[in-house]
């Protein structure tokens, strides 16, 4: 009776499994396989109750022809649950695997007629209560290989899962493979004749979901699936680094490779500074713990990562872990960028602003203050410029004028650069220059300029500049010049040489007012 009792419940707690289930986590993956896994179980351990409870051969012959209509299928189910829950996709040839059980149901239903399944079979009264000997057959012999092969490629996958699992999946699948060892180990002592005559599967189902149950109701299996954070955590564009308290890493996704490419499954459970030895930068970033920006270089391309932290605590408000999330800012850099430059660029010549050539230098000439140096600003426009746009019309006028920026450009050094002041109106800054390196190169612009062409509707038309600059050398925190100052004397040194006939450089000098070269 007691055995009974043990199958009864065995099929009690596999039909409240799978409505339990059906309620809590009916979309959830490896959740359909387990229903159907949970109701044959349920079907098989109620069959097999009732054969223990019968005394006729015929009863007994009948019941088990039920258990043979559900049990050959449950380790194809329990197979592809694992599946499911490990995240692998279970494709049309993988339901091939149905023949075997299909094939064992008939050759039993039909065993009368062959004895392939059974070889015979008749009732053993010599123990508490009749039991079914049964002599089995090369079917059954096949039926059983297929059983642990099943079993045993599910343990294999819940394993292959374990290693690069969280904790909380790694619960999940020991109380998983607990679960399935269980039929296994029963079916073993089985079929080797070590269980007197009493069928061990049934009952060492009732073990196996007593394991799967706590995992269920506990630490919600399904709900918390590795396939779930599979398709959440790396579907992620974000790249997430998971530390414990001890900065050891538990968990990453695929896009924390691009942050990190030297990252593998094999640095889980390493600490994150032995596996940043070769990144010193990032690894003082992380560190730090504080929210900052990082600049990688992937392809040859540079990408700008947003590093977030964001503490795990448990239940008893204590930190367990860090999450870093390093979010991909490149796009918005690069349009922070473009807008800086169109903000600071002009549309048409493609130099600089006024506004944003004025913040520069008065940077750099705050800079050359501070530590002595000199510097010097030319200031130069288009000679007739008017007369230009009057004669040939404003295209023609644009178009000289970038051709002339153009020309200036390819002139200037690194550390030089220029702005538009204004219409045809230019302004260079040549720091660390003396005056007179200033007029030569001012007047190897001017020469450049005057031997252009500028063709236009089939036109040459032959532009000159006019040059004024300005200098001052700054000795240690002197004060007396500023910038300003220096634009105003380079202008008037601008319109002096305009006064000299055009096409020429004039130089500021404050004794002798203006000198022209």
Request: aromatic share 12%; with cysteine.
């Amino acid at each position: 009776m007691t055995h009974i009792l043990v199958v009864t419940l065995a099929g009690i707690i596999s039909l409240f499994l799978s409505l339990y289930i059906r309620v809590k986590a009916k979309d959830a993956p490896g959740v359909k396989p387990y229903i159907l896994v949970t109701i044959l179980s349920s079907i098989f351990t109620f069959a097999y109750a009732f054969e223990l409870a019968s005394s006729t051969l015929k009863e007994m012959k009948f019941w088990l022809g039920v258990e043979y209509l559900a049990m050959p299928f449950i380790p194809v189910f329990v197979l592809f649950m694992c599946m499911e829950y490990v995240g692998r996709k279970i494709k049309t040839w993988n339901y091939a695997i149905f023949i075997i059980p299909i094939t064992t149901i008939f050759m039993m239903q039909t065993n009368d007629l062959h004895h392939l399944y059974y070889k015979s079979m008749k009732i053993n009264r010599d123990g508490p209560f009749p039991l079914l000997e049964l002599e089995w057959g090369p079917w059954f012999n096949v039926h059983a290989i297929f059983l642990f092969l099943c079993l045993t490629i599910s343990v294999f996958l819940l394993l292959k899962e374990y290693r690069k699992s969280l904790f909380l999946f790694r619960m999940q699948t020991l109380l998983m493979v607990a679960g399935f060892i269980t039929p296994i180990i029963a079916n073993y002592f089985y079929l080797n004749d070590w269980s007197e005559g009493i069928d061990l599967g049934p009952i060492s189902l009732s073990i196996a979901f007593t394991f799967h149950g706590i995992a269920l109701i506990s630490l919600q299996m399904f709900n918390v699936a590795p396939i779930a954070r599979d398709s959440v955590f790396e579907s992620m564009k974000e790249g997430v680094l998971v530390l414990n308290q001890n900065k050891v890493i538990v968990d990453y996704n695929k896009a924390a490779l691009i942050v990190i490419p030297t990252l593998s499954s094999h640095h889980i459970g390493k600490a994150i500074a032995e596996v940043l030895d070769e990144n010193p930068k990032l690894k003082e970033r992380l560190d730090e713990e504080i929210e900052s920006d990082y600049t990688s270089l992937l392809d040859e391309q540079v990408i700008h990562f947003r590093i977030n932290f964001t503490e795990v605590m448990n239940k008893s408000g204590l930190q367990v872990g860090k999450i870093i999330t390093f979010i991909n800012v490149t796009e918005k850099v690069q349009m922070e960028e473009k807008l800086k430059q169109l903000a600071s660029i002009d549309g048409l010549t493609q130099v600089l602003n006024r506004t944003f050539f004025m913040n520069k230098t008065e940077v750099v000439f705050d800079d050359i203050s501070i530590d002595g140096g000199s510097i010097s600003i030319v200031m130069f426009d288009i000679d007739h410029f008017k007369r230009v746009n009057d004669t040939y019309g404003h295209e023609a006028g644009d178009i000289i004028l970038t051709r002339i920026t153009s020309i200036v450009k390819e002139k200037l050094r690194f550390e030089d650069y220029m702005g538009r002041y204004g219409g045809e109106e230019f302004i260079i800054c040549m720091p660390d220059t003396s005056l007179m390196e200033a007029a030569n190169r001012a007047n190897i612009i001017r020469q450049a300029v005057a031997e252009s062409l500028v063709v236009f509707n089939k036109e040459e038309i032959e532009v000159t500049s006019s040059f004024g600059i300005s200098h001052a050398l700054l000795e240690v925190g002197e004060d007396r010049y500023s910038i300003q100052q220096l634009i105003r004397e380079a202008d008037q040194a601008l319109y002096a040489a305009k006064n000299k006939g055009r096409n020429c450089v004039a130089l500021y000098n404050a004794d002798e007012l203006l000198l022209q070269i």
